[in-house]
């Protein structure tokens, strides 16, 4: 007889790999991942953020707007002002006549996405209200929700946080799990950054402190740069008058990353793409001696006078950045700006403390549950509950393997669900033993009879766990983090008690009835 079989080598092999697999949870120096613990086990942050995905329709109106007049002006079409009204519409004015005709045309070509109402005529003047179609408004809104969790999943993953789960949940709410976080102010900042990057032209003409007293002139906006005093630590503003149109932004940037002035102090360089690269050498050829602004989230970091056409696509921003501000602005810029600001609504921050007691709770009600189940098999079927007992042992070492090998996360509820496994493991072993003291009573040899008796469970076994397996998974699918926790174990439990109930086990009872078939077996 072959000392190994087919069975027996497969048998050995599983149970290595699902050590080799669990062992760099418990040796820090093994060149492998370790069990990923969830949020409850490790610490971390629970948000919910609420995505404003109104300011998108907003600001794909306004992007309309400037659409709208820049046709005109290639046309050599006249108005007397188009704006947005606080319904999110746009009233554009035009004096009837060839410029009437002319304005239709437009929009009839180039705008066929508005929806426009009936113009009304006073003096001499068409008024016209266009505004975004429902479905179109409706679609920018669950886009921005849909970009929002693509941006902050990018900046979460270059921040380094470990199995993060982002989901969407409802029409505008974004869920966020971070386990491990230790600086969640910082994670905040970072998430919440809408990180919009302009260059716009300083409008230096005009009366600044006229602006700050009164109303800043059509088509100027006043914005802020804030520094803080070396001394006091102190922030003082400078009030800039912006001209409001955009000559460049942030969504044609290929690059942003730390780098050091001559003074050691960190600022953020970037890089353009070939198409901005081009638009950033005009601007720069076109406006030589005049202030050009940088403008991030409505605020001025600089606003250098340009000297000299820059070619090369490349610029700096410069502020009174500590180290972890420029690495964090620099991700921001590198994940892309949100298309819509986001507020948090809900927050839990679990401290790693709480964490550390869950997982003490978690191991000792595990082992607890584990004692009384081998002693409970040990008791009632004899030297075959020792098999039984051993196969659960392995059981858990494939799950924990399992979890390491596919990088699943371990949550409290799954820590419940190894517990509920270690349950099914041990029934699967009742329907099989007492089948077999079945085919003993009918007068069958010990080999004849485990021979049977795992013949005879092994459809009801399959029947039960899998029927157990679909559910779990349809858990795992449409779950949120604690009930997907719970259906990654049970799933990796149920393929483990298969394994170890309708193979492992019967190769132990073969291994040790089939040199001696006529030997008592103690069940």
């Not at 329709?57 to 947005?84: A, D, M, N």
């Not at 955009?246 to 969504?251: F, K, R, T």
């Not at 719970?486 to 190769?507: P, W």
Request: net charge positive; with cysteine.
């Amino acid at each position: 007889m072959k000392p190994f079989t087919f069975k027996s080598l497969l048998n050995i092999g599983v149970i290595l790999a699902a050590i080799v697999f669990l062992l760099p949870t418990f040796l820090n120096t093994w060149p492998h991942k370790k069990i990923n613990l969830g949020l409850d086990l490790q610490g971390g942050m629970h948000l919910v953020l609420e995505v404003q995905n109104i300011k998108a329709v907003e600001t794909e109106v306004e992007r309309t707007i400037q659409e709208i007049k820049k046709q005109l002006r290639t046309e050599g079409v006249k108005h007397l002002g188009i704006s947005r009204l606080n319904d999110n519409s746009i009233l554009a004015k035009i004096t009837d006549g060839n410029d009437k005709s002319g304005f239709e045309t437009i929009l009839s070509k180039n705008f066929e996405n508005l929806v426009t109402h009936k113009p009304q005529i006073d003096n001499n003047i068409v008024s016209y209200k266009l505004a975004l179609s429902e479905k179109e408004t409706e679609n920018i809104k669950k886009m921005a929700t849909a970009q929002a969790l693509e941006t902050i999943r990018n900046r979460i993953d270059e921040f380094g946080v470990s199995e993060p789960d982002i989901r969407i949940q409802g029409g505008n709410r974004i869920l966020l799990q971070l386990p491990g976080i230790k600086d969640p102010e910082r994670a905040k900042d970072l998430i919440g950054k809408t990180a919009q990057l302009t260059f716009q032209l300083v409008d230096e003409d005009a009366d600044i402190n006229s602006a700050i007293n009164g109303t800043p002139p059509v088509g100027d906006e006043l914005l802020y740069q804030t520094k803080y005093n070396p001394g006091s630590g102190i922030p003082v503003k400078t009030a800039f008058l912006i001209n409001k149109r955009i000559l460049l932004d942030g969504s044609l940037l290929t690059n942003a990353r730390v780098e050091f002035d001559q003074f050691q102090q960190p600022q953020i360089g970037i890089e353009f793409n070939r198409k901005g690269a081009r638009i950033f050498d005009r601007i720069t050829g076109e406006n030589i001696h005049k202030r050009l602004a940088i403008v991030l989230d409505k605020s001025v970091y600089s606003a250098p006078v340009i000297q000299d056409r820059i070619a090369g696509g490349k610029a700096v921003i410069t502020g009174n950045f500590t180290l972890n501000e420029a690495k964090d602005l620099a991700i921001a810029l590198r994940a892309g700006s949100l298309p819509a600001p986001v507020k948090i609504i809900e927050e839990r921050t679990v401290g790693p403390t709480l964490g550390a007691d869950s997982i003490r709770m978690g191991l000792i009600s595990m082992v607890i549950g584990g004692f009384l189940v081998i002693l409970f098999m040990i008791i009632y079927y004899k030297n075959a509950g020792l098999i039984a007992d051993l196969a659960l042992i392995v059981n858990i070492i494939l799950i924990g393997g399992g979890l390491a090998a596919f990088q699943a996360t371990l949550t409290l509820p799954g820590i419940a669900g190894i517990i509920l496994t270690i349950g099914m493991a041990v029934d699967a072993n009742v329907i099989i033993f007492e089948r077999i003291r079945e085919e003993l009573r009918a007068g069958k040899t010990a080999l004849a009879a485990v021979h049977a008796g795992f013949d005879r469970a092994a459809l009801t076994i399959l029947d039960a766990n899998v029927t157990t397996l679909i559910a779990a998974l349809v858990l795992y699918q449409f779950g949120t983090g604690p009930i997907k926790g719970f259906a990654v174990t049970l799933c990796l439990g149920i393929i483990a008690s298969l394994f170890t109930a309708l193979i492992l086990s019967k190769g132990i009872f073969n291994f040790v009835l089939k040199n001696k078939p006529s030997k008592k077996l103690s069940i």
